[in-house]
Nanobody
Framework: VQLQASGGGSVQAGGSLRLSCVISGHTTRSYAIGWFRRAPGKEREFVATINWSGATKSYGDSVGGRFAISRDNAKNTVYLQMNSLKPEDTAVYLC?????????????????WGQGTLVTVSS
């Protein structure tokens, strides 16, 4: 399974970006998808996760109410809509796939990782 994240860029505080994660290879299997981020000098942080059907989702405490995760299984793509961005949201955002239909907030449960896309938020 391969994951390709895209959509990152530079934006001013208060702006919005939408990230995409395209999943390829063995896409007939059920995968839950998670978004994580890694800021300079910090550990990887959970951002959001969604189950296989898209019916259940969970968000990290620092992004809840501002970010929204969704998926289009027909396009093998998961999205992360990021609104009201803050400078502390600056990070490399990575998507990951977990076999099985249920989501997880724990990075150790994810089997496959993409390369990530950089988001820079200026004040």
């Amino acid at each position: 399974v391969q994951l390709q994240a895209s959509g990152g860029g530079s934006v001013q505080a208060g702006g919005s970006l939408r990230l995409s994660c395209v999943i390829s290879g063995h896409t007939t299997r059920s995968y839950a998808i998670g978004w994580f981020r890694r800021a300079p000098g910090k550990e990887r942080e959970f951002v959001a996760t969604i189950n296989w059907s898209g019916a259940t989702k969970s968000y990290g405490d620092s992004v809840g109410g501002r970010f929204a995760i969704s998926r289009d299984n027909a396009k093998n793509t998961v999205y992360l809509q990021m609104n009201s961005l803050k400078p502390e949201d600056t990070a490399v955002y990575l998507c990951a796939a977990k076999t099985g239909s249920t989501y997880s907030r724990y990075e150790g449960h994810y089997n496959y990782w993409g390369q990530g896309t950089l988001v820079t938020v200026s004040s």
